[in-house]
């Protein structure tokens, strides 16, 4: 029933050419070139404008509800009355990566594998492998340790540690 309703998630993600066991949700909005990795999940009201310069997001990521991440932005084109360009830059989520609710992914930002942006952040640079970030301008709040299902999130000593809850 639900598939008839809602429309099938993995079809979906077929006709756009992504990955194999990739799921994404009716309400995404994809725009402009985006490559999505084997079994990724992307959730419902999540906006992938690759309009300014493609997304590529790995395999095994988690792109939750609400996330957007854009290729473009009309800042400086708009305070210069139209006398400067709009700013195009591609960005690139690598595998295993998680992606909390309503986080915002700006141009030109590489989040390396194995990482993980907390719900509500906004990344304006470059987050490295393995690395647990958060907050608007997203910061270093820890990293990620271990393989496969030993994997642990390890906060930074001046945070307080969630991961066993």
Request: glycine share 16%; with cysteine.
């Amino acid at each position: 029933f639900a598939d008839s309703v809602l429309g099938n998630r993995w079809d979906r993600a077929s006709r756009l050419g992504f990955g194999e066991g990739v799921s994404i949700y009716d309400s995404a909005l994809v725009f402009g070139v985006v490559k999505v990795g084997e079994q990724t999940w992307i959730g419902p009201s999540v906006i992938l404008d690759g309009t300014g310069g493609g997304i590529e997001i790995g395999g095994f990521c988690s792109i939750s509800a609400g996330v957007q991440i854009y290729t473009h932005d009309t800042v400086r084109w708009a305070v210069s009355g139209g006398k400067a360009d709009r700013r195009k830059a591609a960005v690139e989520i690598g595998e295993r990566c998680h992606l909390g609710a309503q986080s915002i992914i700006l141009p030109g930002v590489t989040i390396g594998r194995k990482a993980v942006v907390a719900a509500n952040s906004m990344v304006n640079r470059d987050v490295e492998s393995g690395t647990v970030v958060g907050g608007t301008p997203a910061r270093v709040l820890g990293r990620i340790e271990g393989e496969n299902e030993n994997v642990q999130i390890i906060f930074d000593s001046s945070e307080r540690d969630y991961s066993s809850r």
